[in-house]
T-cell receptor, first 111, second 112 residues
Framework: GDSVTQMEGPVTLSEEACLTI???????????LFWYVQYPGEGLQLLLK?????DKGSNKGFEATYRKETTSFHLEKGSVQVSDSAVYFC??????????FGAGTTVTVRA | NAGVTQTPKFQVLKTGQSMTLQCAQD?????MSWYRQDPGMGLRLIHY???????DQGEVPNGYNVSRSTTEDFPLRLLSAAPSQTSVYFC???????????FGQGTRLTVV
């Protein structure tokens, strides 16, 4: 079945450091890919998405490119801030409305 | 717009008790779903609905019931709570599969 594997955390960084969270997927067909972010005490919110191969999603300085050849959708940010501390989830949606999530990666950014 | 509203935010139940977690959305989304979030396991789909009167099981449906009598509401019922149902529950809605899913703030449930 469809599944998502993402880098295990927790990840602790200093402010202005580079962040990469690896995400790979297994799916039949051509799923849509998402990154969701969960700030402390809140629900998940969409960070970025890509709906077809080679699409690049971007938002708030974060980027991820849909790589079909490597079945990956890695999340990157060049310079993190304390406010980026959160749990990040990679997810995919195949040919229906259902989302399959990775286990989540906790990121802590220190000032 | 309120978005997706879940109630209650916190709940403690005794084993064997029943309760209903409420979820309402005001965005006229056809698709609604319930997830549970457990440490190290991400979010797992419990039940979902693609429209009023239509529901289906997700990955972990045992011990939970749902119904969808209106577009706006999608309650989740625990018939006989068990400690294994201790979790954080999220309701979500979306317009289509390529559109983002909007999540409620979650219900933290503890079964003792």
């Amino acid at each position: 079945g469809d599944s998502v594997t993402q880098m295990e955390g927790p990840v602790t960084l200093s402010e202005e450091a580079c962040l990469t969270i690896n995400c790979t997927y297994t799916a039949t067909g051509y799923p849509s890919l998402f990154w969701y972010v969960q700030y402390p005490g809140e629900g998940l919110q969409l960070l970025l998405k890509a709906t077809k191969a080679d699409d690049k999603g971007s938002n708030k300085g974060f980027e991820a490119t849909y790589r079909k050849e490597t079945t990956s959708f890695h999340l990157e940010k060049g310079s993190v801030q304390v406010s980026d501390s959160a749990v990040y989830f990679c997810a995919l949606s195949p040919n229906d409305y259902k989302l399959s999530f990775g286990a989540g990666t906790t990121v802590t950014v220190r000032a | 717009n309120a978005g997706v509203t879940q109630t209650p935010k916190f709940q403690v139940l005794k084993t064997g008790q029943s309760m209903t977690l409420q979820c309402a959305q005001d965005m006229n989304h056809e698709y609604m779903s319930w997830y549970r979030q457990d440490p190290g396991m991400g979010l797992r789909l419990i039940h979902y609905s693609v429209g009023a009167g239509i529901t289906d099981q997700g990955e972990v449906p045992n011990g939970y019931n749902v119904s969808r009598s209106t577009t706006e509401d999608f309650p989740l019922r625990l018939l006989s709570a068990a400690p294994s149902q201790t979790s954080v529950y999220f309701c979500a809605s979306s317009y289509s599969r390529d559109r983002e899913a909007f999540f409620g703030q979650g219900t933290r449930l503890t079964v003792v």
